[in-house]
């Protein structure tokens, strides 16, 4: 019998702003990973996935070829070097968007304001595929960093580039006029996963589900008169229901419940309006549907 045991490669950015996201996903997950310095692989000690570090724009590549069976990348160079590739799952870190931007000066009217133009940016196919979107002519001009001084030095006259607080652009007097694309970080894969590596990364993607949700919610306590139970259940209705406890005073009780980070503002006010009070909100480490 052969006891090799078969391991799940994740190829992971050796360095850069993908790299802490993607191994605390790791982590969080549940995998038993050193990471020391200048390491090209290292093995989970207690989950059968080897990690490989490579630059993020080869990543793409590397999955299409089975030199890893999957891999974290932004969306924006997935779109940018992937062909083969299969998104599998969004993972909510990393967020950014690829966009537009002009001379501050420049008076943009709207995309057709860069027919027969020159955009300076790393992500030719993105930028080209917009432009056919938009029926618009303009010529690309590829360069592979410091894209936001190109306009500066008459190299162009936009630019297109990843922007996460603008303040890179605006240092540069540039103008964010059009978003091409969305992006954050996601595992892909490369064609057709089979057998035992596919089933070592349905059981990891089970485990990343549990953790983003956890992230995504909160646990909350509350205590609350009786007669407000109903109306507060439609608000926090919870994973099932809530969990409703008797307080030592009479026609009061205590309701436990998740909420949601996304609209946890907006409930916490509908809450003290039901006559919610000593309300208590707590992280959960994991959440299992
Ligand atoms: O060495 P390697 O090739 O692996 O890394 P890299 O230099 O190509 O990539 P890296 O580490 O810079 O970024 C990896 C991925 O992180 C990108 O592909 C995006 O998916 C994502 N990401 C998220 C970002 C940003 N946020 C971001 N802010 N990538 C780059 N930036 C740049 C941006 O271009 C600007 O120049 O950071 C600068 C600061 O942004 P502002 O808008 O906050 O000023
Ligand atoms: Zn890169």
Redo the contacts with the bound molecule.
Sequence with gaps: MNDMKELLRIAI???????EGSLELLKESGLAISNGRDQLKTQARNFPVEILF????DIPQYVEDRVADVGI?????LREKGRNNELVKRLDF???RLSIAVPKGAEYTGIKWLQGKNIATSYPNVVKQFLEQHQTDAGIHEIS?S??IAPGIGLADAIC???????????NGLREVEVVMH???VLITGPALEGTKRDILDQLLFRMDAVNSAKNNKYILLNCPNDAIPKITTVIPGMNSPTIMPLNKPGWSSLHSVVNENDFWAKIDLLKACGAEGILVIPIEKMIA
């Design positions: 950015q050796k360095s850069g702003r993908l790299q490579l630059r993020d724009d990348v932004g969306e924006n160079v990393a967020k950014c960093g894209v936001e580039d990843i922007v996460s607080t603008g303040s890179t652009l605006l240092s992006s954050e970080a």
